[in-house]
């Protein structure tokens, strides 16, 4: 079955001048994929994956250049133009996607970078964008464990601090308290879940849970202490932006990590850095 806005494997059943026509099935028929898009050596009854989609014309034809996304994700993308019909942002094809006014919480301009998801309107089976996201998360129970890791993109900034979209599927809240790093609309990251709340919402946090959290940087910092020759200039006195720079954590997990690395003997604190003991 094609899968519109979507990648599909489809045999290629006819060559032409212009390109070569996919199976489409019963449903579509013969699906063009145009000369410029098909690979060198492309022979009768070779299987290419392809992007479906419409052209502008609205008919269904297929592409391998890959998009900036596909139905069902989230992505940001950038705003190309805006007409009476609604706004257009580039998702890597020749053909901008439409993100139409009624599918906007609050009007889009050009040279804008906004986070959008793709779907297919059931009415008129076209493909198009929407910052109007609600409808499309916490529809499902939130079966996540403490601590297990998720992919997420941040997607607004509010007062208590930066909402994301987890795995595609749920809103996740990241607390401006412990936001430390750059986070920005727009930006994919791996993060931890640390609540799941009464109303199925989850509280994010950047950095694994617990002990397991101080393990993985002391590994790391060891890790990074060899690699540097036994020194590294960031200590418990450095900013926690100097922290972060280097090892991606907050200044009081680093602190209490390299605390317990000292307390072991396998490290010096310096207020310079800190350094590899290299006594016996």
Same mark, same amino acid.
């Given at each position: 079955?094609?899968?519109?806005?979507?990648?599909?494997?489809?045999?290629?059943?006819k060559?032409?001048?212009?390109?070569?026509?996919?199976?489409?099935?019963?449903?579509?028929?013969?699906?063009?994929? $145009?000369?410029?898009?098909v $690979?060198?050596?492309?022979?009768?009854? =070779?299987?290419?994956?392809v992007?479906?989609?419409? =052209?502008?014309n609205?008919?269904?034809?297929?592409?391998?250049?890959?998009?900036?996304?596909?139905?069902?994700?989230?992505? #940001?993308?950038?705003?190309?133009?805006?007409?009476?019909?609604? *706004? @257009?942002?580039d998702?890597?094809l020749?053909?901008?996607?439409l993100?139409?006014?009624?599918?906007?919480?609050?009007?889009?301009?050009e040279?804008?970078?906004?986070?959008?998801?793709v779907y297919?309107?059931?009415?008129?089976?076209?493909?198009?964008?929407?910052?109007?996201?609600?409808?499309?998360?916490?529809?499902?129970?939130?079966?996540y464990?403490?601590?297990?890791?998720v992919?997420?993109?941040?997607?607004?900034?509010?007062?208590?601090?930066? #909402?994301?979209?987890?795995?595609?599927?749920?809103?996740?809240?990241f @607390?401006?308290?412990? !936001?430390?790093?750059?986070? @920005?609309?727009?930006? *994919?990251?791996?993060a931890?879940?640390?609540?799941?709340? $009464?109303?199925?919402?989850?509280?994010?946090?950047?950095?694994?849970?617990?002990?397991?959290?101080v393990?993985?940087?002391? =590994?790391?910092?060891?890790? !990074?202490?060899?690699?540097?020759?036994?020194?590294?200039?960031? !200590?418990? #006195?450095?900013t926690?932006?100097?922290? @972060?720079?280097?090892?991606?954590? !907050?200044?009081?997990?680093?602190?209490?990590?390299?605390?317990?690395?000292?307390?072991?003997?396998l490290?010096?604190?310096?207020?310079?850095?800190?350094?590899?003991?290299d006594?016996?």
């Amino acid at each position: 079955m094609i899968r519109i806005g979507k990648y599909n494997t489809l045999e290629v059943v006819k060559l032409v001048d212009f390109g070569v026509f996919l199976d489409g099935g019963e449903d579509f028929g013969n699906i063009l994929l $145009p000369k410029n898009s098909v $690979p060198a050596g492309t022979e009768l009854g =070779d299987k290419l994956k392809v992007f479906i989609y419409f =052209d502008s014309n609205d008919e269904v034809i297929s592409t391998t250049t890959e998009p900036y996304a596909q139905v069902g994700d989230f992505a #940001k993308l950038r705003v190309v133009g805006v007409t009476n019909i609604g *706004a @257009f942002v580039d998702w890597g094809l020749t053909k901008d996607l439409l993100i139409p006014f009624s599918e906007q919480r609050r009007r889009l301009e050009e040279g804008q970078e906004v986070v959008i998801h793709v779907y297919t309107d059931k009415a008129s089976g076209r493909i198009v964008g929407t910052t109007k996201f609600n409808r499309y998360l916490d529809k499902t129970p939130a079966t996540y464990q403490i601590g297990q890791e998720v992919q997420v993109i941040i997607a607004e900034v509010t007062d208590l601090g930066f #909402k994301a979209v987890v795995e595609g599927k749920h809103w996740g809240l990241f @607390f401006k308290t412990e !936001s430390f790093g750059k986070l @920005f609309i727009g930006k *994919a990251l791996k993060a931890y879940i640390k609540e799941i709340r $009464p109303d199925g919402k989850l509280n994010l946090s950047l950095q694994k849970m617990g002990k397991d959290r101080v393990d993985d940087l002391a =590994d790391k910092i060891l890790t !990074s202490l060899e690699r540097k020759g036994g020194f590294i200039p960031v !200590s418990d #006195k450095s900013t926690p932006d100097e922290i @972060f720079q280097v090892f991606r954590t !907050s200044k009081a997990t680093f602190k209490k990590t390299i605390g317990g690395l000292y307390k072991k003997g396998l490290i010096v604190i310096e207020r310079e850095g800190i350094r590899l003991n290299d006594n016996d």
